[in-house]
């Protein structure tokens, strides 16, 4: 053989792999595991967590980044059938985010089997346009011969057991389009700090609180100033009536003293820094009826 020709390279030729990204609508009703489906998918507590239905008021976008693939998840507010303003606006940014998505993840509890038709759960005259898998939620509830018959028409998870989650990430993945990745691959959420500082606080008076408060309760982020150490954050927690400001106060200041004590370290968690969270109470009569009021707190009108 000639010295002076070229040797063939030894490793094959790298073949292009596009990468894909895209927007998955986690839908169902009230309570059935969305937010902790979020949590578990993401592999960070950004979604609220409380056995009380409708927890979950705004979407929650978390963020996973696999080598080629980016999964923008949205934990939807429960589709439920509403009876006063806030929870209308509720439906209706559950009913965009499932309109919006590039594939819908319908939750159902795999100990409630079988599952509704989607179209009816959400109130669309006809079926969504988006792909929709079927996901059987809580499947460490129901015995293995019954996870075996849900595979069939759906696929069983547990958050609690880390069932089925990779099985999942894998047929979602299939059906997200291609194309470049949205955000960061190091981001973990599409929304900024203020969000879940009000989030956290939220998820604090469902835990602390009693059935009524945690529904009558916000917040609303005053002053948020990441340039100090540790990460200066004041805000002001409102209620409907003057005797649920004495129950989130509590003796002596007690439970609201807890109640911040609890946000601040999710916040801590969450951003990796010291966080310094200084809370006022205020009562703003009946703001879940008021027009006004939900707008203040983020809650859009309907695009009509």
Known sequence: MDAGLPTQPTDAPSVHRPTRCGHIAIAGRPNVGKSSLLNALVGEHLAIISPKAQATRLPV???????????????????????????????????????GADVILHLHPADEAPAPDFASVAGLARPPQAPVLMVYTKADLVSGDA??????HGMPVSVTQGVGLDTLLQRVAALLPEGPFQFDPDDLAAQPLRFF??????EAAFELLGDEVPYCFTAEVEEFRESRDPVLIR??????????????????GHTIKELGRRARLHLEQLMGRRVYLETW????PHWRRDAAALDRFGFPKSKD
């Open 147 to 152: 996870r075996t018959r849900l595979a069939e």
């Open 197 to 202: 500082a009000v989030e956290f606080l939220r």
């Open 235 to 252: 805000a002001t927690l409102f209620v409907e009536r003057e005797s649920q400001k004495g129950i989130l106060i509590g003796d002596q």
């Open 281 to 284: 109470v205020k009562v703003l």
């Open 61 to 99: 976008i978390g963020l996973r980044t696999d080598d080629l693939v980016q999964y923008v998840f949205h934990d939807l507010p429960g589709l439920l059938d509403p009876t006063y303003p806030l929870q209308e606006r509720m439906r209706r940014l559950a009913v965009e985010g499932v309109h």
